[in-house]
């Protein structure tokens, strides 16, 4: 997470933004669904967490880990998830099924009551999200699969996806990464 930039000014800074961004992620990864609960969880197991970070200060307060996170470029540190968690979880020779969804239980609250899109790699076996990233629409899905490929190490890997997949730049995608693929092709293909 050092790569995430630090957005806070440093002379007052009491805790470290690496330490602050993993500990929010152990605690949701620990099931927490909030930051005060995912810093709650934290403070429960400090010992345990400074067997990996230093923590000199402690767990910080859910206003800090807010305003740490209000200026962090949320892509960024999403990028930085996902390669560290490519580390933990290969998704080497697996199938991976990628689709775009909707958020729809986020729709009353967002503007125009238009539903958030996400982008999703599954392991299908495991059912894990293995990498994710956010669309703007339904149309961006065909430009942002190669991206979220490009994060994955897919070499054997079987890749799925529904019709809107099934293009000439993404299977050639797949390839160049020797990855493997089984698309869904509608009439709306040319034929050969």
């Known amino acids: 997470m050092r790569a995430v930039p630090d957005p806070r000014c440093g002379r007052k800074t009491k805790h470290d933004h690496a330490e602050v961004l993993v500990c929010l992620v152990a605690g949701f990864l620990a099931g927490r ?12 197991h400090l010992e345990e967490l400074r067997e990996y970070l230093p923590l000199k200060n402690g767990i910080a307060s859910p206003s800090t880990a807010c305003r740490l996170l209000s200026g ?3 892509e960024l ?13 290969s ?3 697996i199938h991976l099924a990628v689709d775009g969804k909707a958020l729809r239980a986020a729709m009353e ?4 009551f238009r539903a958030p899109m996400v982008l999703n790699a599954v392991d299908a076996a495991t059912g894990l999200v ?14 942002a699969i190669p991206g979220l490929l490009k994060l994955l190490d897919i070499q054997e890997s079987i890749v799925t996806t529904d019709a809107i997949g099934t293009q000439t730049q993404i299977m050639e995608q797949i390839l160049s990464q020797e990855g493997h693929f089984v698309l869904m092709v509608k009439k709306n293909q040319p034929q050969s």
């Open 33 to 44: 669904t909030t930051i005060r609960r995912s810093l709650r969880w934290c403070e429960k």
């Open 72 to 74: 962090t470029d949320g």
């Open 77 to 89: 540190f999403a990028l930085e998830f996902m390669e560290w968690a490519g580390e933990i979880v």
């Open 91 to 93: 998704t080497k020779g």
């Open 109 to 112: 609250k967002v503007k125009n």
């Open 130 to 143: 293995v990498a994710q990233m956010p669309l703007k629409n339904k149309d961006c899905e065909i430009k």
